[in-house]
């Protein structure tokens, strides 16, 4: 057989050479035009999922719809623009303004279900903002969120929540005037029960003194669990009262506050508040009788003086034994010595007028030695006392 050049081995070959190239180059073109296509629709569809997603997406995930809380309320969810997020205002109810937060945490199931694709730019997606305790009046409410981004685009989410009654109060101290230390009494319950109560005075997070009550010392408050938890809904009703005593040595002369958190097994936590004054440490004195012998009726003579002002001044003749007596005045005499003398400032709100005279009878009396002790109660509730020996002869 003949070869010819490049390898042909008839004329047939050389023949039907320009077809076959031809036909090569058909099919590459087709395979090409077939990929450009695949590519363009791909592309065209990627757009269009894009085109298809809103610019700014957000959801509020807490608190939840129709539930009622009780303490703080935490606001979180999260929100997503294809400009980015720039903050998130929280309104209540006739778009009360409550506060913002600019603050984005991240939130990886956002990503993996929203912004598969990319087209939203941010990583950081969760928000959290949380209203404090007392902020809402009981009853229901309506929260609204808007999620702002960069390009001032706004998103507006709405949760329906009921606020509860208090489920704690602070009986003491009241918004008033006191001397010395100070009582904090007061009560909480909870569903699931009750941990511990903390206070803090005079600032969260740091106060300038911290305490804290467990449950193991709560005291029994059965006006509460007969008045407003009779069913016994709370575990520990019948045992909710907290009760303890802010030393001297943490106040000064002035305005204060208590923040008092009750934690509930469950976590969940109420907060209650309350202001009231310290004044300087009462004082007082007994002018007579003295450590001598009297006949007849004793006159029992002195002064008392309370920041808050005073409500009476009690006298106990022998006090604790049989032959005790017990007098009592809500009459104060006009003691300007005392005002020059021991309270030329005016700290005290009884001063110019904080004398007292109590005569004891002397059918009251019986020859030898006797004690009388004072007591003076302050109008916040505080009491004092002083005593004094003398003899009738």
């Known amino acids: 057989m003949k070869t010819w050049p490049n390898g042909l081995r008839n004329i047939h070959d050389l023949k039907h050479k320009p077809i076959v190239y031809a036909l090569i180059a058909i ?3 087709a395979s090409i035009a077939t990929v450009a296509m695949a590519l363009t629709y791909h592309s065209l569809s990627a757009k269009s999922a894009s085109e298809s997603l809103p610019e700014i997406q957000s959801c509020i995930d807490n608190p ?12 979180t969810g999260w929100g997503v623009a294809h400009a980015g997020m720039d903050r998130v205002d929280v309104y209540v109810d006739d778009n009360q303004g409550l506060g913002s937060t600019d603050q984005f945490a991240p939130r990886p199931d956002v990503q993996q279900a929203v912004n598969d694709s990319g087209y939203y730019v941010d990583q950081n997606n969760g928000y959290s903002y949380t209203i404090k305790a007392g902020t ?14 960069t390009n001032g685009e706004v998103d507006w989410q709405t949760q329906d929540i009921i606020v509860g009654s208090p489920l ?6 009241q918004d008033t005037t006191y001397g010395g230390s ?3 009494r007061g009560w909480a319950v909870n569903a ?18 911290f305490y804290s009550v467990p449950s193991s010392q709560f005291t029994a408050r059965p006006d ?8 016994g809904t709370y575990p520990t009703g019948a045992n909710c009262g907290f009760d303890f005593v802010i030393p001297s040595t943490d106040l000064y002369v002035g305005h204060h506050n208590i923040d008092v958190a009750a934690i509930g097994n469950d976590g969940n936590v109420q907060w209650a508040s309350q202001g009231f004054s310290v004044g300087p440490e009462p004082k007082n004195n007994i002018d007579s009788p003295h450590d001598q012998t009297y006949s007849g009726d004793v006159s029992v003579t002195g002064w008392a003086l309370s920041s808050a002002g005073l409500d009476r001044v009690d006298v106990y003749l022998d006090m604790g034994q049989s032959s005790q007596k017990a007098y009592s005045t809500k009459e104060f005499l006009s003691r300007p010595d005392v005002h020059d003398l021991v309270d030329p400032d005016g700290y005290y709100a009884n001063s110019y007028n904080s004398g007292f005279s ?8 019986t020859s030898g030695s006797h004690t009388v002790s004072i007591c003076a109660v302050g109008a916040g509730g505080g009491t004092q006392w002083a005593t004094q020996v003398f003899s009738i002869g």
């Open 27 to 29: 099919i590459a073109a």
């Open 192 to 209: 699931s029960g009750v941990s511990r109560v903390d206070v803090y005075l005079d600032g969260i997070p740091s106060p300038r003194a």
């Open 64 to 75: 939840r719809s129709q539930v009622t809380y009780y303490g703080d309320i935490d606001v």
């Open 136 to 149: 809402l009046q009981p009853g229901a409410h309506t929260i609204l969120v808007a999620a702002i981004d």
């Open 224 to 231: 509460v669990q007969a008045a407003i938890y009779p069913d």
């Open 358 to 365: 109590i005569t004891i009878p002397a059918s009251d009396l």
């Open 182 to 184: 100070v009582a904090v």
């Open 168 to 173: 704690m109060s602070i009986d003491l101290p």
